[in-house]
């Protein structure tokens, strides 16, 4: 390609940044701003004009997805030849070509794992830890590495920095992170924070390699430098040799990763490092609409989170939906529901998805998405019924309900999961800190929430084992292109048409957790902004006031959403000291006065007034499926809400009978016929 042609397919800010070849450039790209188009486009402008020579040139970003796009650009335009690597594969690369020159051994095998080693060390020292204990350890070690604390200094820094790891005291966590080092040692390995140690030791110490290196690379360019740690930024610091022929770009207001090392500082601070230096912002946001623009911008504004201002360039689209929920079974319904009213209007499951904070929240939304079949993937982690903490407890559940008579009801039944996953480390109180100890918590709570509701059903151990047999079953489906699960952090650098972030009440984003500090909790507010910012066409911003159906309607909406809510969502969401709905309180379908007690909100009627559904029909549907329950709970088949939805409604189609909460589509393949006909004949 042309140096002319190159500049010619580039906004004027963009070309700003493609024309700045020489010296210190900062680019701040907002979400969807294009910065990777900018900096290939420098790049290989640089080169088509004689300035760069290819292979002079390296290129690092945080992930081999987004080195590989960059490489694929650079290709596309004639500047195959220049490197594009992970900040690990360009030090790795560099290590073991250099190390046996200089040390004249071999270089150190690298680990695939850290917790096989944090395991011995632990044992050394006559400590009990399990595997969510060991994989929160290795994450600890890792923010201790990259942020060039070293074992001796842990305790004191971590404390200072509020740093925490569940069941174990700082001073625990400094024995075995030392120990660890120790361990890793005598066996001759590396992990992967020590292969940019190891450089950035390398290239300090042998000016001979620094001096090879700085020859070869002469112009540097990083990617997402908002999440540069201290020892990236030192090796860095070691290429350049007091050089300043670089190019960053990033977005401060992307920053996600505080907690694993991450330091904007060091993007805001690159003009004071650098004076003189090129500063470029990418404000034109060629992603999303005008409407998904304006919530992005106004999360952000009058924060310390600000990064720059969007500017839409898309065409006006729909309205940001926002919903009020009863529960998170509601909640997961309604999101299911909308999706496949966006797929019967053409919008492929793959350009949808459904994004909240933590893995655990997951399992709802599989049931509700599994039970109409559409197709999911979950990015970032395993389904709900495939983690470990799960299968295990799921193990256990089922061998109660076989040591035992299997009758145990309503509080026996919930009495005995709460012993089973006791049993397991589960307490009603969840750990303090994050991590997989919380993670696993989460997931449990998940399973006694599913033992709660089953039990209101007035099922038994047994029916409740069956029960997750089904959901594992029903969710195990292979998937070959669906309707993607993920957590806000996963989706990062992600995008499709439709998004969908759920779970937005306080104490689940922001986490509660974050509570306590305002830099904590400027870093939720900056997570979720990257959710809503994933979205090109639609988004759907949901929160549920209770956990399960029929539980104490306490939450409120996340605090970050209060400049973007209605304002006619924003007088409902809290009044009276006690939520509502997002339409009002729960109200009586009958009397339309508000309902109190629970069975009254399961009804959604008051105990005296006369049902807003058909009754004969409703007691034809009951007769129907006691005879085809045969052996079986009546409320396998469909429970009395069901029932009574179904004789409001009178569906006559099956795509009707879909729409009722509770029908799925194997329910609809199983009894669809005989339903319809029943209304049909009451009609």
Sequence with gaps: MTPESLLSALDPEQRRVAEALRGPVRVLAGAGTGKTRAITHRIAYGVATGV??????????????????????????????????????????????????????????????????????????????????????????????????????????????????????????????????????????????????????????????????????????????????????????????????????????????????????????????????????????????????ESANNLLAGTSSRGVELRAQRPPGVEVAYAQRDDEVDEAEAVAAEILRLHAQGRPYSEVAV?????????????????????????????????????????????????????????????????????????????????????????????????REFATTGGDLEGFVAELDRRQAEQHAPVAEGVTLATFHSAKGLEWDSVFAVGLQEGTLPFTHSLDSETALEEERRLLYVGLTRARLDLHVSWALARQPGGRAGRKPSRFLAPLLPHTLRETTHRAGRPARAGGARMCKSCGDPLGSAAEKKRMRHEGCPAAYDEVLFERLREWRREAAGNKPAFTVFTDATLEAIAELKPTSPEALLRVQGVGRSKLDHYGDPVLALVAESV
């Design 52 to 293: 760069y020579a290819p292979t002079e040139v390296l290129a690092v970003t945080f992930t081999a997805r987004a080195a590989g796009e960059m490489r694929g650009r650079l290709r596309g335009m004639g500047a195959g030849a220049v490197q594009a690597r992970t900040f690990h594969s360009a030090a790795l690369r560099q290590l073991r070509y250099f190390w046996p020159h200089v040390y004249g051994t071999e270089l150190p095998q690298l680990t695939e794992s850290k917790i096989p080693i944090l395991a011995n060390a632990a044992r050394r020292l006559r400590l009990q830890v399990d595997q969510p204990l060991l994989r929160d350890l290795a994450s600890e070690v890792e923010w201790a590495k990259v942020s060039n604390v070293h074992s001796d200094d842990y305790a004191k820094v971590a404390a200072a920095r509020g740093r925490e790891v569940s069941k174990l005291d700082l001073a625990t966590v400094a024995r075995i992170f030392s120990g660890y080092e120790e361990v890793k040692r005598g066996q001759g390995r590396m992990d992967m924070e020590d292969v940019l140690l190891l450089t950035a030791g390398l290239l300090a110490e042998d000016e001979r390699v620094a001096a090879q290196v700085r020859r070869q690379y002469k112009w540097l360019v990083v990617d997402e430098f908002q999440d540069v740690s201290p020892l990236q930024s030192a090796l860095l610091d070691l290429w350049l040799g007091g050089r300043d022929e670089i190019c960053v770009v990033g977005d401060p207001a992307q920053t996600i990763y505080s907690f694993a090392g991450a330091d904007a500082a060091f993007l805001r601070d690159f003009p004071a490092k650098f004076p003189g230096a090129t500063s470029v912002e990418l404000v034109r946001n060629y992603r999303s609409t005008p409407q998904i623009v």
């Design 355 to 451: 994004l909240f904070r933590i893995n655990a929240q997951s399992e709802t939304f599989e049931e509700a998405l599994s039970a109409r079949r559409i197709p999911y993937v979950i990015r970032g982690a395993a389904r709900f019924f495939d983690r470990p903490e799960v299968k295990e407890a799921v193990t256990r559940i089922r061998g109660s309900a076989r040591s035992g008579d299997g009758a145990a009801r309503d509080e026996e039944l919930l009495e005995a999961v709460h012993g089973t996953l006791a049993g397991m480390g589960w307490t009603s109180k969840p750990p303090e800190g994050r991590g997989q100890t919380r993670d696993r918590w989460e997931s449990w709570t998940a399973l006694v929430d599913q033992a």
